[in-house]
């Protein structure tokens, strides 16, 4: 063996930098994969602030890595959640900073009805989860609403199917909100249509609706998947506005019908759920005043034969009033003698004080009194003084007063009188545009018969004379001395005094 070793075999091979070797590779795998389609299941979804969607796809054996920038992410026709099993077509592709490749998704599609399904159905579990389909969310639907706001293609049949029945039966105002009912854009403008019509100010220049209906015709699943997506599914929860879905036909079923208010089996059925039939309405209505006038007369027919029955039950006044007017007339039996008796009595009490009188008690008491009188006239002329002056004072007090009163009492008098001869002026209008006078001036006349107002052709042919009455007087005329007019056999009979 040699002391020093010989240099490594292929020493002499070229030297590539970090970034040739990427940038080899890079156009390799460019070059063979530049489009391609890859079937496998999602895993580990990550959507970044910045707009673009980073998944794996992955399948029993390998995983690779792939990206949807924003502007491709926003038109995928299927939004990729973790689990589903999807053909992503796009380009493969390497990153020199993490020495990966990856696909660079341009679309995605369900692999199989089975695959769209199954996540329909987990979508459907996650917002039924969140209490979005729950009855007590369900809000009535309006009996008679004065705006419906429909949301669908103003291009396509359906609009013309509700227009069309609810103009049979019973036309309202209509707000449509056109969108598109399929395809990608079909989902934002929905729930864009839902969120505008809820931003409505009550009362504003655009009417806000009371009902909204979202209708589209029959279609696939993928035709209806707009009406799946859970923007669409939240805008219909969300709504303050009472919702009516109508997607597709009988047996087409989507998200938003669970989280509507409402489902129509088809477009005509929800215009048929958001107004009633208006003929209908007005036989019910006069079926109802029917029932009622019934009832009224029957009821007071009723309180009438009780008020009638509890009136024969009372006695007669007369009746009433015989035990009174009996203790009447034997009190008065025994007036006459009563009044006798007492007399009598007092008679004899006064003969007995009499007899005890003479003239020394009575001057006696003559002279008491006159010393009683003595002091009560040296008391007169000052109290008569004091009376005086404040009789002076109370009367001037009560002069004020009734000066007060008589004129409160003239300025009440003269607003009475003008309110009365108001009322009298009006009574009197009304007195005469009552009467018949006023019907004379519009060309009538009244005819009269000794007295009596004539009302038939007979009374006036066989009248002696006549006199007729116009707004400005009275025309006496012979019944004989105007000539018969000839009546037509169509013509009807008089029918009264004022022509």
Known sequence: MDIFENDEQGGNAPEFTVSEISGAVKRVIEGEFGHVRVRGEIGRVSRPSSGHVYFDLKDDRAVIAAVSWKGQAARLSVRPEEGMEVIATGRLTTFPGQSKYQLIVEDIA???????????????????????????RKQPIPYLPEVIGVVTSPSGAVIRDILHRLRDRFPRKVLIWPVAVQGEKCAPEVAAAIRGFNALTPGGAIPRPDLLIVARGGGSLEDLWGFNEETVVRAAAESRIPLISAVGHETDTTLIDHAADRRAPTPTAAAEMAVPVRLELLSWTADQGARLSRALTQRLDQRRQRLADLSRALGRPETLLDPARQGLDLWSDRLGPALHAAATRK?????????????????????????????????????????????????????????????????????RLDALAERLATADRIRQTLGYTETLKRGYAVIRTEGAVVTTRQAAETAAALEIEFQDGRLPVLAGSAPKPKRAKSEPPDQGSLF
């Open 110 to 136: 369900p692999a199989g009805m089975g695959a769209l399904m199954l996540m329909l159905e987990k979508r459907k579990a996650a917002l039924a989860a969140e209490g979005l389909f729950a009855p007590e």
């Open 347 to 415: 008679r004899a009490g006064f003969n007995s004080v009499a007899g005890r009188l003479h003239s020394g008690i009575l001057a006696g008491l003559v002279a008491r009194e006159r010393r009683h009188f003595v002091t009560f006239a040296e008391r007169l002329a000052p109290a008569l003084a004091r009376l005086t002056r404040d009789a002076a004072r109370e009367n001037s007090r009560r002069r004020t007063d009734l000066d007060t009163l008589a004129r409160r009492l003239a300025t009440a008098e003269r607003l």
